[in-house]
């Protein structure tokens, strides 16, 4: 049959497959396809197919092969590598953030998924007729990429378990280790509970 009918026969077998969006930009307002979403559905039907999908990975370009099991034809997509600088975070988890996007590009491009326009993205929700209300915090999300903003939600969850077990004073310690900048801390502030954020400013006053 050739690798290029199965991978035809492969993206239309996608396209009727149940796929749900977990990911969500509650800022921007829109929801997108994790690699957990539609990974799992794709090997089931290229095994059912004959394909086979490789990533890999080097300095400069990721690779995507995929082949055809029976007749050992490929087709081989490549994309530029790209570095993920994610403040607060070590080199290994900038290094799979940056593997993790970029393998989520490969098999988007690969299955012809239809995906959010991110030129779209920032067009508002719906029109707002009342006077905008000012916060100190508003916007602080504008500037922070997808990736570091998971983390920092990660951070939070963090910091609100901590305040819970009753230890405002070690979630002040946890908050200190991650050594974020005043964008970073202000986004972080944002995502946290108030009962939290009270907990912590009566920890930092003690």
Same mark, same amino acid.
Request: net charge negative.
């Given at each position: 049959?050739?690798? =290029?009918?199965?991978?035809?026969?492969?993206?239309?077998?996608?396209?009727?497959?149940?796929?749900?969006?977990?990911? =969500?930009?509650?800022?921007?307002?829109?929801?997108?396809?994790?690699?957990?979403?539609?990974?799992?559905?794709?090997?089931?039907?290229?095994?059912?197919?004959?394909? $086979?999908?490789?990533?890999?990975?080097?300095?400069?370009?990721?690779?995507? $092969?995929?082949?055809?099991?029976?007749?050992?034809?490929?087709?081989?997509?490549?994309?530029?590598?790209?570095?993920?600088?994610?403040?607060?975070? =070590? /080199?290994?988890?900038?290094?799979?953030?940056?593997?993790?996007?970029?393998?989520?590009?490969?098999?988007?491009?690969?299955?012809?998924? $239809?995906? =959010?326009?991110?030129?779209?993205?920032?067009?508002?929700?719906?029109?707002?007729?009342? %006077?905008?209300?000012?916060?100190?915090?508003?916007?602080?999300?504008?500037?922070? /990429?997808?990736?570091?903003?998971?983390?920092?939600?990660?951070?939070?969850?963090?910091?609100?378990?901590?305040?819970?077990?009753?230890?405002?004073?070690? %979630?002040?310690?946890?908050?200190?280790?991650?050594?974020?900048?005043?964008?970073?801390?202000?986004?972080?502030?944002?995502?946290?509970?108030?009962?939290?954020?009270?907990?912590?400013?009566?920890?930092?006053?003690?």
């Amino acid at each position: 049959m050739g690798v =290029h009918k199965k991978l035809m026969e492969a993206r239309i077998a996608l396209q009727a497959a149940p796929l749900k969006k977990s990911g =969500h930009n509650k800022f921007a307002g829109y929801q997108y396809f994790e690699l957990g979403d539609f990974l799992p559905t794709i090997n089931q039907i290229f095994y059912k197919v004959g394909l $086979c999908g490789v990533v890999s990975f080097d300095k400069e370009l990721a690779t995507l $092969c995929i082949t055809d099991t029976d007749d050992g034809s490929q087709i081989v997509l490549t994309s530029p590598m790209a570095e993920a600088n994610l403040k607060g975070c =070590h /080199p290994i988890q900038n290094l799979g953030a940056s593997e993790t996007y970029t393998r989520r590009y490969l098999w988007v491009s690969a299955m012809e998924i $239809c995906e =959010h326009d991110a030129l779209d993205s920032s067009a508002p929700l719906k029109e707002d007729k009342q %006077a905008p209300v000012i916060t100190p915090t508003q916007g602080a999300m504008d500037n922070i /990429p997808i990736e570091e903003l998971r983390y920092l939600e990660e951070v939070a969850i963090e910091l609100i378990a901590i305040c819970e077990q009753g230890d405002p004073r070690a %979630a002040l310690v946890k908050l200190d280790e991650e050594n974020l900048d005043n964008e970073q801390k202000i986004a972080l502030w944002t995502l946290l509970p108030s009962k939290v954020r009270s907990a912590l400013k009566k920890a930092k006053e003690i």
